[in-house]
């Protein structure tokens, strides 16, 4: 496991959201530290995907603050939280259903090209040596992933499962330093679960903090660091996964959703 | 400019203001129904007048019976409209929706030049030309029936929806096409309705309007324009908002070419228009988040 | 294959980037081939009618991939695109015409006023969507077109103006020859179709299509939107600036504001969902057919709105996917009629 005391790459204090009376998040602090796995658990409805909408400025937050890196996140644009190296994947896997799953790994690099409109149209300064060098990263990334057979299929066509790898894949080509993840294994049978588990590990292997929304409990517990447990827009409980396995208040928030196995 | 000049550019800008609230309320009885602007709904209200200065000048009916008739005519071609054209491809994108109902209104225009030449044709004024005096503005009798025919209009169309089953169908399929057919309420007859509706509505206005501008077989486009402006600027889909934002566009386009420039006129709306958007992106009484 | 498949997954991948490959170089050849035509047709077309409909395939094919970039790919409507094309005429016809530049400079300072306009535009309705877009754009669209109409002293109001010709370092492309003009105008065809080719298969134009599927996701990945869609907006203007500036110094050398209406806005969105949206291809086939059919109306008199208001209706209503995917359904269909036909024969038989 990574050190213990790295320093904390995201600082989340007193957030809080409400959508008309109904209190989303409330007050909920928790930090992110380097090198780290990190779930956000927590019944239906506990605020795990609101608190992803706020991080990434998709939705604005009614209080709070959000430290990344020396950085305020919670007023930047998305894309402008995108460039500060924070990347995210979504609940109903967004890929660009018109495009090849090559041009979607290819969009990933966006942020690393230099190449504008007028550069692009008139092949200019680099544009082509560009645009080649990341068709061979995209496809390097592909095979890493195991998909690379798929590169040249239209994204509309993709299983579920393979829809996640590649929106995985997206996302790390735009190179994060932290990876939003929100249930990365809805949807997945047991197989691809699995293998979207190694996929987590070996994303913080290579020096990617993860910060993960998931319903799948053995998936939680067998690959975090460290669980925060929300439910019903408030902190209940954090630590690692013995601890919260064996929590009361835990236990009692999931009477009736699921085991904690 | 004094105080009375503006007031007569009010009055007088209240009363296009009124036909472009009915041509507003005629798009928002389809948007609702369909999702569908129809852009030959300017169509409509070229056809109410054409029709009924013909009826007049040629077949020498009564006024009353003319209006009924021209109402009835642009109401089956508003019929035939859906029929033929929109329902075959309901479920196409935004733009082919637009390029269709474009196409009808080029086709309507062309037809009704065939049929009753380039010429304008005169409709008499209601009940006379003598002048109303207001405060010192002057109005003519037939702008009062411009307003009238909005308020009343306005008040059934209220009343059709709020208390009668068809129009209490309409609004359910409006929220929620849906659920309103898991209801038994057939969404093909409530689209009918809305277009029957509408086409009857635009021809209403192109009648009380035709004593004024005399009617035309190309007046449609731009007051099916002005009026789609209208329903713009008071959100798409409210008819509150269609009315209010005929009214406020008429008002301010009067003054913008009183005021400032009467050549400008036909764009003054659309400036207004852009402005509004800017300010508020759905309208004046539209739903925060704008386009469904 | 597939057997392959399971075993080795390397070799499929090579073979996936040979089929992306060998699909780039198709495309190349197309445009190649597309090249060809144009320098050989003139010679198989004598008639200088249709040299003239074909300089008018030309213009329209350009404002039409630049409306393509648009909304096609970014997936933006406007329904205003001829006012850009208006602008880019009305510039480079006033300043050549009243202020006497050379037709090259008044193009460049054309081109320059169009983008600024469509920037300035495009900044803030490109915030909207759907119909609130399609009618800011349309208003836009209006306004030029009244400015043009009224504005006598600079536009010559709807009487319209005289223009001049192109002169280059002296030389006139003169306006009893048309096969000059053709291929100067199809020269342009050609040079705006590389650059559009280029430009879709690159960042910027992977950072449209991206936000015309997702604007969430593209802004997740850094991509920022606003800023990209009104890059599209100005580019497309940029396109219909040339078509105009072309336009205005064509052999007719005359302008008015007709052709700058809501009806060329119309036919341009026709051309464009024609053709079949975001594709290379698809404004070629619409620009084509459209311009035919305006062409072959014209005799009609009367009737020629008529019938092209119907036709309009008519190929929405048949093929709203396009001219490209509608043969193809229409193939289908006609395949499985012929189909059930047989069985239903071979049944009658047994």
Request: proline share 4%; hydrophobic share 50%; with cysteine.
């Amino acid at each position: 496991m990574s050190a213990p005391r790295a320093r904390a790459l995201l600082q989340v204090s007193e957030l809080s959201k409400t959508f008309g009376g109904l209190e989303a998040v409330s007050d909920v602090s928790f930090e992110v530290r380097e090198g780290q796995i990190k779930a956000l658990i927590g019944p239906n409805g506990a605020g795990k995907t609101t608190i992803f909408n706020l991080l990434t400025s998709v939705l604005p937050a009614d209080a709070g603050s959000a430290q990344y890196d020396g950085h305020e996140l919670l007023r930047l644009p998305t894309y402008r939280v995108a460039a500060l190296g924070i990347g995210r994947t979504f609940q109903t896997s967004l890929l660009f259903d018109q495009m090849t799953v090559l041009e979607n790994v290819m969009v990933g690099h966006h942020l690393h090209g230099h190449t504008n409109m007028i550069t692009a149209a008139l092949r200019i300064f680099g544009a082509s040596a560009e645009e080649r060098e990341y068709r061979e990263l995209a496809m390097d990334a592909l095979g890493n992933a195991g998909l690379a057979d798929l590169a040249g299929r239209p994204a509309s066509e993709l299983p579920i499962g393979q829809r996640r790898l590649v929106e995985v894949a997206r996302a790390l080509a735009s190179e994060p330093r932290l990876l939003l993840m929100d249930e990365p294994a809805a949807g997945l049978n047991m197989r691809e679960t699995e293998r979207m588990g190694e996929i987590i590990q070996q994303t913080r292997e290579g020096g990617v903090t993860v910060l993960l929304v998931e319903h799948d409990m053995s998936l939680v517990m067998s690959i975090s660091d460290e669980i925060l447990v929300l439910d019903g827009g408030r902190r209940l409980a954090e630590g690692p996964p013995e601890q919260i396995r064996n929590d009361e208040r835990v236990l009692a928030a999931y009477l009736g959703e699921e085991a904690l196995d | 400019m004094t105080a009375v000049q503006v007031w007569q550019f009010f009055l007088s800008g209240l009363t296009t203001g009124g036909t472009y609230a009915l041509i507003a309320l005629g798009f928002s009885l389809v948007y609702n129904a369909t999702g569908v602007i129809n852009f030959a709904q300017g169509e409509f209200v070229m056809l109410g007048g054409m029709i009924t200065a013909t009826a007049i000048a040629a077949w020498g009916l009564p006024l009353w019976l003319a209006a009924l008739i021209a109402v009835a005519i642009t109401t089956v071609v508003g019929l035939v409209l859906d029929r033929a054209a929109i329902r075959p491809a309901r479920h196409s994108s935004v733009v082919v929706l637009i390029i269709i109902t474009v196409g009808a209104s080029i086709f309507i225009r062309g037809l009704a030049s065939i049929i009753w030449g380039p010429n304008e044709r005169p409709l008499p004024a209601f009940s006379g030309e003598a002048p109303i005096v207001i405060f010192g503005a002057t109005i003519t009798a037939q702008s009062l029936w411009v307003l009238g025919a909005t308020l009343v209009t306005a008040l059934i169309m209220w009343a059709i929806f709020e208390y009668t089953i068809v129009g209490k169908a309409m609004r359910a399929c409006a929220i929620n096409p849906h659920a309103a057919q898991l209801c038994g309420i057939e969404l093909s007859r409530m689209v009918s309705w809305s277009f029957a509706l509408a086409a009857a509505v635009g021809a209403i206005a192109g009648i009380v309007l035709a004593p004024i501008t005399m009617a035309q077989y190309n007046v449609g486009t731009m007051l099916g324009l002005k009026g789609f402006c209208a329903a713009i600027l008071g959100g798409l889909g409210n008819g509150l908002g269609g009315i209010l934002g005929g009214l406020v566009l008429g008002v301010l386009e009067a003054l913008g070419a009183g005021l400032v420039s009467s050549q400008y006129k036909d764009a003054i709306a659309f400036i207004v228009l852009i402005i509004v958007l800017l300010i508020r992106p759905s309208g004046l009484l539209g739903r925060e988040g704008g386009d469904p | 294959m597939n057997a392959t498949a399971e075993t080795q997954p390397q070799p499929v991948a090579e073979n996936e980037a040979l089929v992306m490959a060998r699909r780039r170089r198709a495309q190349k050849l197309q445009i190649l081939s597309l090249f060809a035509l144009v320098i050989v047709l003139p010679l198989a077309v004598r008639n200088s009618y249709y040299i003239h409909v074909i300089i008018f395939i030309g213009l329209n094919l350009i404002l039409a991939t630049g409306l393509n970039l648009l909304m096609g790919y970014a997936g933006q409507v406007s329904l205003g695109h001829a006012a850009f094309f208006g602008i880019g005429a009305y510039a480079s016809g006033i300043l050549t015409a009243t202020y006497g530049w050379n037709a090259w400079p008044a193009m460049l300072a054309a081109l320059v006023v169009t983008c600024l306009v469509a920037w300035l535009v495009g900044r803030p309705t490109l915030r909207l969507k759907g119909h609130y877009l399609a009618m800011a754009t349309l208003g836009v669209g209006i306004i030029v077109s009244v400015v043009l109409r009224q504005w006598v002293d600079l536009t010559g109001g709807p009487a319209g103006m005289k223009t001049t010709g192109i002169t280059t370092f002296g030389w006139e492309l003169r306006s009893d020859a048309d096969v000059h003009y053709y291929y100067f105008v199809w020269g342009w065809v050609c040079v705006l179709t590389i650059l559009f080719a280029n430009l879709v298969e690159s960042r910027p134009g992977r950072a449209l299509r991206a936000l015309h599927d997702s604007e969430l996701a593209a802004q997740i990945l850094g991509i920022d939107t606003a800023a990209f869609k009104v890059r599209a907006f100005v580019i497309s203007a940029a396109y219909a600036s040339i078509a105009g500036t072309l336009y205005a110094h064509s052999s007719m050398r005359f302008i008015s504001p007709t052709p700058f209406g809501f009806q060329t806005s119309i036919a341009l969105l026709v051309m464009v969902v024609l053709g079949g949206q975001g594709t290379l291809w698809g404004p070629v086939v619409g620009a084509v057919t459209i311009t035919f059919i305006q062409e072959f109306l014209r005799p009609f008199g009367e009737w020629e709105i008529v019938v092209y208001g119907l036709i309009l209706m008519v190929l929405m209503v048949v093929m709203p996917g396009g001219l490209a995917r509608g043969l193809g359904m229409l193939w289908h269909w006609g395949r499985e009629r012929v189909g059930r036909l047989r069985a239903a024969r071979a049944g009658g038989g047994a």
